[in-house]
Every structure is written in C-alpha cells, then in structure tokens.
C-alpha cells in the first residue's frame, strides 16, 4: 500500500464539495476523458507534486478547527482519486480515527474490492454521473457507464449517503427523456440526498490548448437559467432535492 500520492493541488478552506468548510485534495490522474471537462491538467497520473501521508496529515490538521466548526471534513477530488485508492484509504481511515469527516468525490468508474474497502471510512460521496444514456456516457467520457451504476448500487446498499453531481451541457447530456429516466432511477433509491445540476463553463478551455488536447465543445454555449431549473424541476419531480 502507497504511503506517498501524487496531488494535483489543494484547496484548504473549499465550500462547494460537501457540507461546512473542507480541506480539498485534488489528485493527480484520471481515466475519464470528459469532453468539457475544465481540468485536464490532472489527467496524466505521472505529474502533480508528490505528498506523504505524514506531511498532507499534518498540514489537515492545521484546518480542523475550521471543519469542526462548520460541520467541514476533507474531500478527496481530483482528476480521479480512485485511481490512488490505497493512500485514499490510509488518509480516511487516519481521518476516522481522528474525527475528521471524510467525503469522496469521484465518477465511481473504478470498482472493485479495494474500493468497497474505501467506502467503509468514506461519510459522504459525491457521485459524478455525467450521463444516464450509456451511449452518450461514452462518447462523452470515453469509458462505460455500468461501473457507476455498480458503484451507486453498492453504496445505496451500505447506506453511504451521496451528492449526484450532473453537468448539463446544451446539445450534450440535456435529452429530457434521459433525464427523466435517470431522476426516475436515482428516486428509487434511498441514499441520494441531493441532486446538484451544475451549468456547463468554458473556464477550463484555455488549459486544453496549452496542452494541445483538442477541445471540441468551442461552439457550445453554457445552458440559460432557465434551463438550468427546468433540469432542476425534473429532479424535484420525481422527490428529488435538487437545490
Ligand atoms: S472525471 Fe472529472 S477530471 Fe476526469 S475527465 Fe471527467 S471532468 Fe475531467
């Protein structure tokens, strides 16, 4: 089992990804290729900087008095944090033992025993299901739908309560009949406790060029606000708390 992780970057006072104020690990390598995905700098698991256990530990803990306070804990982000699911799982089950809140926000696209063994010290998930129709999951990610609906299956099973995430982009993933199947899906359920739909942005182009990637979303343009909530009353619905 790995003692050192290879992190993208770190984000010590994080609002967004999971509940209070949270110590966000953003780690390196992921084995999605998202077309609008905004960080492709995090793809290639052989970059990022290189942290023990020891050293990322004892700078959380300088963070606690903030987590504690709000309701906080850390999120394991990234890129992929499952593709270095061995050091998630000696930093969650540090996390445990000291009472610090752990949540995992992953597309649940790796699964196998080692994760099951993750998600004993994991509080919170936040799954990314970037598409319900498993043709447009994969020209969009690249890779096949059903392990993450194993992954949401085995954690509805264990009861880990979880945050849908799904990015709506225009052209894309907004097919309202595939949306009505998901939310259909997701309230029958019992461990979804929200349904994020987050608006599709072009904030990360500028990094698919540095890295000569070819990016070829140029011509799409963000969804409205209006809809944004239609997707949102979707979701409501069918029982489904999509704030
Ligand atoms: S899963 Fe996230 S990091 Fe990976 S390609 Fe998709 S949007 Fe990017």
Known sequence: MSDTARIHSI????TVDGPGIRYIIFFQGCPLRCKYCHNPDTWDIKKGNIYTLDKLFSDIEKYTGYMKYSG?????SGGEPLLQTDFCLKLFKK???NGINTALDTSGNIFSDKQKELLKYTDLVLLDIKAFNPETFKSLTGRELNPTLEFEEYINKENIPVWIRFVLVPGLTDNEDDIKKMAEYLSSL?????????????MGEYKWKELRYEYVLYDTKAPTA?????VKNIFSSFGLYAP
């Open 11 to 14: 984000e010590t006072l994080g």
């Open 226 to 230: 209006y809809a944004v909530k239609n």
């Open 95 to 97: 996390c445990r033992k």
């Open 190 to 202: 019992s461990n979804v406790k929200r349904v994020d739909v987050l608006p599709f942005h072009k």
């Open 72 to 76: 906080g804990g850390i999120t394991a």
